[in-house]
Structures are given as structure tokens and as C-alpha cells.
């Protein structure tokens, strides 16, 4: 089994005009870093024109197609049935994505698969992340 997953998903910007421009948007899931959730979206979707990547809490995406979470840089909301609304706080602003709450909940349930919720200390690596804090000291 795979210690990683991605999952490809639509996104829709919220901007000031009306219209709102369709962008893909790649959500990953990786074993070794199990409470950690990454979405990133490609060079052509960005304003820097380099590809950008947040990264966030699996807990605060499943608590947000649910019920408003977050108070940081991420925020997660439900917007009707349908849709979930990422919100990503910068120095330069905010950038509010939907995408499809049955995505979202697809994507849950696939990294549920790989990692438990509940059992994310079995897979984390104390060790190499204290030798990695420490410059390889240990």
C-alpha cells in the first residue's frame, strides 16, 4: 500500500467579478506526516505564477465540511450542501476557494483508509524528526 495519496479536485475561485474561474487543485495525504493535509494549486492558477502550496490539519478540514473551523492562515466552512469554502489568510490576502463537499469527504475518507483518525502517533518518526530538529545531532 501506498504511504501517500492525491486527489485531483475543482476548484472555484471567489473573486470581486461575478464570474468565478474554475482551477484544479491537488489534495495529498501522507502517512508520514499523518495529521498534516496539503492542498496545492498549479503555477498557471496563481498570481505568482509559481505553484503554492498550504498545508493544514486533516482534523480542521473534516471539522470544516461540517461546521465553520479554523481561526489561523486556513479557514473551512460549509457554503450550502454542496460546497465547502477554503478560505487561506496571507500577507498579501485572501484567496476562497469551493470545492465540492463530496470531494472533500472522498479525500477524508481515502486518508481514513491510510491513516486511522485516532491512530496517527503509530505512524509518526520521533526519532528522525528530533535528529531534523536538531540539526543531526543525534
Not at 506526516?33 to 505553484?51: I, K, N, Q, S
Not at 479525500?107 to 491512530?119: H, I, N, T, Y
Request: negative net charge; contains cysteine.
Amino acid at each position: 500500500m501506498s504511504s501517500a495519496i492525491e486527489h485531483y479536485v475543482q476548484a472555484r475561485m471567489v473573486a470581486s467579478a461575478p464570474r468565478m474561474e474554475t482551477l484544479p487543485a491537488t489534495l495529498r495525504y501522507d502517512r508520514k506526516d499523518p495529521f498534516a493535509v496539503r492542498m496545492a494549486f498549479p503555477a498557471p492558477a496563481t498570481l505568482e505564477g509559481t505553484e503554492v502550496s498550504w498545508e493544514f490539519s486533516r482534523e480542521l478540514l473534516a471539522t470544516g465540511v461540517d461546521a465553520p473551523a479554523g481561526e489561523g492562515d486556513v479557514r473551512v466552512r460549509p457554503f450550502g450542501y454542496e460546497r465547502t469554502v477554503l478560505e487561506f489568510h496571507a500577507t498579501e490576502g485572501v484567496a476562497m476557494v469551493h470545492v465540492r463537499t463530496d470531494e472533500l469527504r472522498r479525500f477524508l475518507s481515502r486518508a481514513q483508509e491510510l491513516v486511522p483518525v485516532g491512530d496517527e502517533g503509530r505512524y509518526l518518526d520521533l526519532d528522525r524528526s528530533l535528529t531534523d530538529l536538531l540539526g543531526g545531532a543525534c
